[in-house]
Nanobody, 114 residues
Framework: QVQVVESGGGFVQPGGSLGLSCAASGIRSVIYAMGWFRQTPGKERELVATKTNSGQIYIGDSVQGRATIDREAGSNTVRLHMDSLNPDDTAVYYC????????WGEGTLVTVSS
């Protein structure tokens, strides 16, 4: 059974930082990439950051300069770190696994508020 589990969400004060982790299990095919997307009500899911097995990193425009992603090639875990959070970063953050098909976690809520 495939599982994609995120952890690390919660409340963050404006200007603070967050760290999210994701672990995938039960995927029998090669994992080509893992990464993070986020979504707020009424908006489409948007890219935060992804990293491929070849080391290619893609960072979303709205978090450029504030987000870093960490994943070793071939690993089934990925971590996201973001600095200088503001209320616009409030969203449900989803982990995505790209293998023979795409897998998504259930999401973890991050709320940026004072």
């Amino acid at each position: 059974q495939v599982q994609v589990v995120e952890s690390g969400g919660g409340f963050v004060q404006p200007g603070g930082s967050l760290g999210l982790s994701c672990a995938a299990s039960g995927i029998r095919s090669v994992i080509y990439a893992m990464g993070w997307f986020r979504q707020t009500p009424g908006k489409e899911r948007e890219l935060v950051a992804t990293k491929t097995n070849s080391g290619q990193i893609y960072i979303g425009d709205s978090v450029q300069g504030r987000a870093t992603i960490d994943r070793e090639a071939g690993s089934n875990t990925v971590r996201l770190h973001m600095d200088s959070l503001n209320p616009d970063d409030t969203a449900v953050y989803y982990c995505k696994v790209v293998a023979s098909e795409d897998y998504w976690g259930e999401g973890t809520l991050v709320t940026v508020s004072s």
